[in-house]
């Protein structure tokens, strides 16, 4: 199963829906790719807007502002995730990666500090990562891709893999198992607006535990060549 194309012609990725035999709900996935044209985004907001709950990677607008600033600065024609899709403004209900029930506690001016020190720090590690580059050019990403981990050579390497990728696959399925749970009878799509990498981890989970399998797919164009 391909969630993302790469090819001369640009770079698309799979929206993919996926049901169960014996209960209503539907999942439907956006494998995001952070940085695109904003018909991309367009075309992703106008799907999750039809759905009645979104499950999203991140945080809140304004969670992480230096964070924020970084990803607007851009002279190539493309735009990032963060300023292109805005999903608290579709009227739909959303469940963000640090969502928290508890209320947010009052900051001493030490620790807005620290936050800002951190939020600058991730915005540095993340463009060293290549969080913001153009896409084109990128790999196409499939489940067997997705599953090797022949790269991952040394104990920091894993360590880095565990914190990025598995803890935070092992909280969205999570998520996803609750969801399914409470409201496998409901006729309802529940979006999944996560980035590209995580989706094997999804897909499995949801095929393996309670039976779901893809009913339909169809292709967004991140990016044409």
Request: charged share 30%.
């Amino acid at each position: 199963m391909q969630f993302i194309e790469s090819s001369v012609i640009g770079v698309r990725s799979a929206v993919l829906t996926l049901g169960r035999r014996t209960s209503a709900l539907r999942f439907v996935l956006f494998p995001m790719v952070h940085v695109g044209e904003q018909s991309f985004y367009d075309q992703v907001a106008g799907r999750a807007a039809g759905c009645a709950l979104i499950v999203a990677e991140g945080a809140r607008a304004g969670s992480a502002p230096v964070q924020e600033r970084i990803a607007r600065l851009r002279w190539d024609g493309l735009i990032d995730q963060t300023a292109a899709l805005d999903l608290e403004s579709l009227g739909v209900p959303v469940i963000f990666e640090s969502a928290t029930d508890e209320p947010e506690p009052e900051r001493t001016g030490t620790e807005r500090l620290l936050d800002t020190a951190v939020d600058s720090a991730a915005a540095v590690g993340l463009r060293l990562l290549g969080r913001y580059r153009d896409p084109r050019g990128m790999s196409s990403l499939d489940e067997a891709d997705v599953h090797d981990d022949r790269w991952v050579r040394g104990r920091m390497a894993r360590a880095i893999r565990k914190r990025v990728i598995d803890d935070r696959d092992e909280r969205l399925v999570a998520t996803l198992g609750e969801i399914h749970r409470k409201r496998h009878d409901d006729s309802i799509d529940v979006a999944v607006v996560w980035g590209a990498g995580h989706m094997y981890a999804v897909v499995s989970a949801l095929r393996s535990e309670f039976g779901y399998y893809v009913q339909d797919a169809e292709w967004l164009v991140v990016r044409n060549g």
